[in-house]
């Protein structure tokens, strides 16, 4: 994508926002109809209009319903995380400034700031993760480059891994096994699950992106894990996600799973595990729960 997408000047056609984000034009009207996602204005010829925060209302429409929500608690959610009075919205927009100054010293001080006053479950679920995906969307319009967004990720993925080597000592037995599915990239989730279940008591190992359903059978196998937790973010990744999950899950040990390759009802049908919906303090909750209550 180029930056030509950010020039909009009166505003984009909704067939343009369409092709853009990958949401079918009925659906974009009824979003507005029926929850005021986003308020487009009418051209002279009564026309919808998206400006550049119509865009990015959409975008954050599209991606919660991704993630499994139905479309009026997706909207909810969207109104609170543009909500200019909700406190989060500071840290957000200070992490933004950072990344746009390539400052990752900047970056680790909002976090650390956010989380001694929010706490760490919801700097994960109110700023870091939102920053984050605001900070991908501003790449995908063409209004950061590779290198800033790749800045902000190495920042946060450090400030991650300080954190939870700082949590308290574990006090449950053993360790939830953490990785991505053999064709997933993605790992900045997992490590904030492992950063929040580090707070919970719960030591984590991760094997990281693209992991190999033998690298997976294998190190369940030689690790004794107590859980293992497998994620997808992509439908085209779902299938082989699925077969890994199917390899481990009869190992005797609790299968969880996770990510938007799973968000709808029937992309969750047969799989076995439990499926992560919802925040990454839910996730860590459920998994602590079942780990927990096992050791």
């Known amino acids: 994508m180029t930056g030509e997408h950010v020039r909009i000047g009166e505003g984009l056609a909704i067939q343009e926002v369409s092709r853009l984000l990958g949401v079918p034009s009925p659906t ?29 209302e959409v975008r954050l429409m599209r991606d919660e319903v991704a993630r499994g929500l139905k479309a009026s608690a997706a909207a909810r ?34 976090l650390d700031e956010a989380m001694d006053e929010l706490g760490l479950p919801a700097t994960l679920d109110r700023v870091l993760m939102p920053a984050m995906r605001r900070i991908g969307s501003l790449w995908e319009d063409g209004r950061c480059d590779v290198g800033q967004e790749h800045l902000a990720t190495e920042a946060v993925r450090g400030w991650l891994a300080r954190t939870a080597t700082l949590a308290p000592p574990p006090t449950a037995r053993g360790s939830v096994l953490l990785a991505c599915g053999p064709r997933d990239l993605h790992t900045l989730g ?9 707070y919970r008591g719960v030591g984590c ?4 992106a693209r992991t ?10 030689a ?73």
């Open 190 to 198: 997992l490590e904030a699950l492992a950063a929040a279940l580090a």
């Open 77 to 110: 959610s969207v109104r609170g995380q543009l909500d200019p009075d909700d406190p989060a919205q500071v840290w957000i927009r200070r992490m933004l400034a950072a990344s746009a100054a390539l400052d990752p010293a900047a970056l680790r001080t909002v």
């Open 205 to 208: 190992r991760s094997l990281g």
């Open 28 to 56: 974009l009207r009824s979003w507005e109809r029926r929850y005021g996602i986003p308020t487009t204005p009418r051209s002279a010829g009564g026309h919808r209009r998206y400006s550049v925060e119509a865009l990015e």
């Open 212 to 221: 190999p359903q033998r690298t997976l059978v294998t190190a369940l196998a």
């Open 223 to 295: 690790t004794e894990a107590v859980a293992v937790v497998v994620v997808s973010h992509l439908s085209t990744h779902r299938r082989p996600t699925v077969e890994s999950l199917q390899a481990v899950a009869g190992a005797g040990c609790p299968v969880f799973y996770a990510g938007n390759a799973f968000g709808s009802a029937d992309a969750r049908e047969g799989v076995p595990g439990t499926y992560l919906g919802g925040t990454l303090s839910e996730a860590a909750d459920t998994i602590a729960d079942v780990v927990l209550a096992g050791s």
